[in-house]
Nanobody, 123 residues
Framework: QVQLEESGGDSVQAGGSLRLSCTASRPSSYCIAWFRQVPGKEREGVGGIDMDGTTAYADSVKGRFTISQDNAKQITYLQMNNLKPEDTATYYC???????????????????WGQGTQVAVSS
């Protein structure tokens, strides 16, 4: 059974950093993506990572966020640096069976989701 759980969300000042973790009990054929959502808005893709470590990022976070993984521990990390108030959201990790798609950011491509972890960035 595939299970995902996020952790690491917190309140932080603008310019600060956080590292989110996604503990994903899953087969090795699944890739992981991070999404975020604010009230009244569509869930937005943040980035994703393939089983071989290849990553993709949304333009809004490129250069500030880094996704990595520990395959042995089945943990996927979202390192967030230079946080901005517009990064405030609930962050979710998601999994799909297969490689990360070139257009990876559609929520309907992901079968499994965690419950989310809250990130609040104050100015």
């Amino acid at each position: 059974q595939v299970q995902l759980e996020e952790s690491g969300g917190d309140s932080v000042q603008a310019g600060g950093s956080l590292r989110l973790s996604c503990t994903a009990s899953r087969p090795s054929s699944y890739c992981i993506a991070w999404f975020r959502q604010v009230p009244g808005k569509e869930r937005e893709g943040v980035g994703g990572i393939d089983m071989d470590g290849t990553t993709a990022y949304a333009d809004s976070v490129k250069g500030r966020f880094t996704i990595s993984q520990d395959n042995a521990k089945q943990i996927t990390y979202l390192q967030m640096n230079n946080l901005k108030p517009e990064d405030t959201a609930t962050y979710y990790c998601a999994a799909r069976n297969g490689w990360l798609l070139r257009e990876w950011y559609y929520t309907y491509e992901y079968e499994f989701w965690g419950q989310g972890t809250q990130v609040a960035v104050s100015s």
